[in-house]
């Protein structure tokens, strides 16, 4: 390795304190100044963090946006879940592939761009949307491919090295403001009511509001936090969970852009109420160009007092907030993957027990929420549990951030109360002739028309805020495919019935899609994702069946038309498979008689 690239990177080491829980920010930074990461340049990163180089290529291997191959200049990532093939993605990606000279998945001849393909990127709602050099573009149609090669081709105005709201070209498509999240607060309110109690206090009131946690599981805020501030550890942490991977879901794009402000008070409370001095905002990747304005507001709390030392005048309450920028994977929306990453490692879920309150963040006692749980709780302690507690159902109190996509006249964001059921949300959302609604995104559940009377609630049907709306001109079962292919790609491999099961449910659901499945098929299918959902070590493969599982239960024509009787069938027809090895030996295959 040349000298000068040496040196860039051990001053980038530097930079970070030679930390080496820091690896991933160390990565990606250096991957920014020399345009991937080479096997001599990991070595260069192990030797200056004093650590085995198997763990940086271990880290560096997992994540999507590190590029280990050769330098890009240019990389597209064309989105391509669910909604955005809805939305004629196809097109859009061959316009891509004529206007840049190579396939997806290939560099173009010059070697100036890289097209690839990648999942949701939060944009759902303006599709098809791609990343370009990890801004995002919205709302693309194939006219405007042309321009956008053109534009990188001639180094204008998509640049790496100033990736910032400023350039995106995203809408805030808030289409229903609530009483809870997008409605004025006076900043360092909360906080100051929160710092007239004691930090038990605190979490009584969090308590008394019965706020659960907004990720879909639903479980006690309070409770979580009271956990946490009793364990015993050498430092306790607060950790924002802004990795909403879930395809379809795009709510916390929309609070960090409207009101970070909010995230950031409720964080800090979440501070003095577990004894923490360190809170991290895990971002997700995708959402790499909020970054600058997520730190200049976190500036600006710091300059006024509600952030850093002696928060709001309270002497000893010492409280800072990092973000850490994932770098591409869906597993690490599950917790404990989230932590691994975090500090600086491939996001492999953990085994739990023990769980992250009493074993988490450098194996301290830390509290992971979600964005809109902070929120939440922040908003607690400025109008009080009393008033929170009256919004929403009796075990659903508040309201709830959806994102709305598919097959409707208005998608975008909607804060709701909780206890609105699916019909009123479709004709909310402008849906008609509707199939179907996927509700909590691919790990969630399908719901039938017959169903469109449940409504959005613990008590019913929690979810983390994706809504899908599918028409009925929908190939549903299609759409059961593309969620089996996405769960086989993001599975991290760590277990088998994961690892193995996703696959062997996606090669059964083909059978049958086929027309060579039986009614044998169906119940092995059924078998199977059970297994998959009771055996897997984290969330991600205990809900990757889900969407064969809902819909094997709420649309059983949609497998029955398609099976042929009640034996085994043959995933292919043996005869038309040997016919061109016969003919090429020019005789016919021996048929033995019955004796």
């Not at 979490?203 to 979580?224: C, D, E, H, W």
Request: net charge negative; aromatic share 8%; with cysteine.
């Amino acid at each position: 390795m040349a000298s000068d690239q040496s040196s860039t990177i051990k001053a980038i080491v530097k930079a970070f304190d030679s930390d080496r829980s820091r690896l991933m920010d160390i990565a990606q930074k250096v991957q920014d100044e020399l345009g991937y990461l080479s096997e001599e340049t990991m070595e260069t990163i192990a030797e200056a963090l004093g650590i085995p180089l198997v763990e940086v290529r271990d880290m560096a291997s997992f994540y999507a946006f590190f590029n280990l191959e050769q330098k890009r200049e240019n990389v597209v990532r064309l989105c391509n879940a669910v909604v955005e093939k809805m939305k004629d993605m196809d097109s859009v990606g061959r316009a891509f592939e004529k206007a840049a000279g190579c396939a997806f998945g290939e560099t173009s001849p010059d070697g100036s761009i890289r097209l690839e393909y990648t999942p949701c990127i939060g944009m759902s709602d303006q599709a098809p949307s791609a990343l370009i050099n990890d801004i995002p573009v919205t709302s693309i149609c194939p006219e405007d491919v042309p321009r956008i090669i053109k534009d990188l081709k001639a180094g204008k105005k998509y640049s790496r090295a100033n990736v910032s709201s400023a350039g995106a070209e995203v809408d805030k498509n808030l289409i229903k403001a609530g009483s809870v999240i997008f409605s004025p607060m006076e900043k360092g309110s909360a906080i100051r009511k929160a710092l007239n109690m004691s930090p038990e206090d605190v979490i009584n009131v969090i308590n008394q509001s019965r706020l659960r946690g907004r990720g879909g599981a639903g479980f006690p805020t309070g409770m979580k936090w009271n956990f946490c501030r009793k364990t015993k550890g050498d430092a306790h942490y607060v950790i924002c969970n802004a990795d909403e991977g879930e395809p379809g879901t795009f709510k916390d794009r929309v609070i960090l852009t409207e009101c970070p402000d909010l995230l950031f008070e409720g964080m800090t409370i979440a501070g003095y109420a577990i004894g923490a001095q360190e809170g991290f905002i895990y971002l997700r990747g995708e959402y790499l160009y909020l970054f600058e304005t997520l730190q200049k507001e976190l500036e600006r709390r710091r300059h006024l007092g509600l952030l850093g030392k002696n928060i709001a005048g309270r002497s000893g309450f010492d409280f800072d907030i990092r973000i850490q920028v994932g770098a591409g994977a869906y597993v690490c929306g599950e917790e404990s993957s989230l932590i691994e990453s975090l500090e600086g490692k491939r996001g492999a879920p953990r085994d739990r027990p023990p769980y992250p309150v009493t074993d988490g963040y450098m194996h301290q006692p830390s509290s992971v929420n979600n964005v809109e749980t902070f929120c939440a709780a922040a908003r607690v302690m400025e109008k009080g549990a009393g008033w929170f507690s009256k919004i929403g159902t009796k075990d659903s109190t508040g309201t709830k951030l959806l994102s709305i996509s598919g097959d409707c006249a208005h998608p975008g964001v909607y804060e709701i109360e909780y206890g609105e059921c699916i019909a009123d949300l479709l004709e909310m959302a402008g849906a008609k002739d509707v199939q179907a609604v996927q509700v909590g995104g691919p790990s969630g559940t399908c719901v039938a028309p017959k169903d469109f009377g449940r409504t959005i609630c613990f008590e019913d049907l929690p979810t983390g805020g994706s809504f899908m709306i599918f028409g009925k001109d929908r190939d549903l079962l299609d759409i059961v495919h593309q969620f089996a292919e996405f769960f086989v790609e993001e599975s991290c491999g760590w277990c088998v019935p994961c690892r193995v099961g996703t696959t062997l449910l996606k090669q059964k659901l083909e059978k049958i899609m086929a027309g060579n499945g039986s009614s044998l098929d169906l119940k092995e299918l059924e078998d199977l994702g059970n297994t998959v959902k009771l055996m897997s070590r984290c969330g991600l493969g205990q809900t990757a069946a889900n969407p064969i599982l809902t819909t094997l239960q709420n649309f059983p024509k949609l497998y029955s038309r398609l099976v042929k009787g009640d034996d085994f069938v043959p995933p292919f027809d043996y005869e038309k498979a040997l016919a061109p090895g016969i003919e090429m030996a020019g005789r016919q295959p021996v048929v033995e008689e019955e004796v």
